[in-house]
């Protein structure tokens, strides 16, 4: 069946790092590729998303890329605020919806 | 303001009193769907909804009821709550089931079962 597997946290970085949270997927069909963030306290929003292959979902300086041939969508920021400290969710809607495990992210001043 | 909500936010109770944790949204979806999400385990999906009086399981059923009467509300039912319940739930919303569609999430209700 569908899977979604991202890179286990806790990710701690220093104020202005690059950041890299890997996600890889499998899937039989043609799915949509989403990335949901969810800060302390609250409910999952929609950070990015891609719907085809080679998309390039951006939001708030994040960026991830649908790559079919590597079955991915990593997610990318140039440059980290401690306002990004969150957990991050990959996830993808074909037939079904599947989240990944999240990553939590911490970013030190 | 398009909005998922959900009540209540937080509840602890004991084992084998029934309960239901309410869902509403004001932005006409057709696609309804509730989670649970544990530590280390993500987001599992318990049941969705494609339409009113359409319901189906998730991967994670037992336990748990639902029913769609109204397009706008999404009830999750725990007819006898047991301690493994215990868990952090999540309602969200789509406007249909095309994979295109993100879910609107609601802000989530920590419920405890002693």
């Known amino acids: 069946g569908d899977s979604v597997t991202q890179m286990e946290g806790p990710v701690t970085l220093s104020e202005e790092a690059f950041l890299t949270i890997n996600c890889t997927y499998t899937?039989?069909?043609?799915?949509?590729l989403f990335w949901y963030v969810q800060y302390p306290g609250e409910g999952l929003q929609l950070l990015l998303k891609?719907?085809?292959?080679?998309d390039k979902g951006s939001n708030k300086g994040f960026e991830a890329t649908y790559r079919k041939e590597t079955t991915s969508f990593h997610l990318e920021k140039g440059s980290v605020q401690v306002s990004d400290s969150a957990v991050y969710f990959c996830?993808?809607?074909?037939?079904?919806?599947?989240f990944g495990k999240g990553t939590r992210l911490h970013i030190l001043p | 303001e398009a909005q998922v909500t959900q009540n209540p936010r937080y509840l602890i109770t004991v084992t084998g009193k029934k309960l239901t944790v309410t869902c509403s949204q004001n932005?006409?979806?057709?696609?309804m769907s509730w989670y649970r999400q544990d530590p280390g385990l993500g987001l599992r999906q318990i049941y969705y909804?494609?339409?009113?009086?359409?319901?189906d399981k998730g991967d994670v059923p037992e336990g748990y009821k639902v029913s769609r009467k109204e397009k706008r509300n999404f009830p999750l039912i725990l007819e006898s709550p047991s301690p493994n319940q215990t868990s952090l739930y999540f309602c969200a919303s789509s406007p249909g089931q095309a994979s295109s569609y993100e879910q609107y999430f609601g802000p989530g209700t920590r419920l405890t079962v002693t």
């Open positions: 996830a993808l809607r074909d037939d079904k919806i599947i």
């Open positions: 909804s494609m339409n009113v009086e359409v319901t």
């Open positions: 899937a039989t069909g043609y799915p949509s």
């Open positions: 932005m006409n979806h057709e696609y």
């Open positions: 891609a719907t085809k292959a080679d």
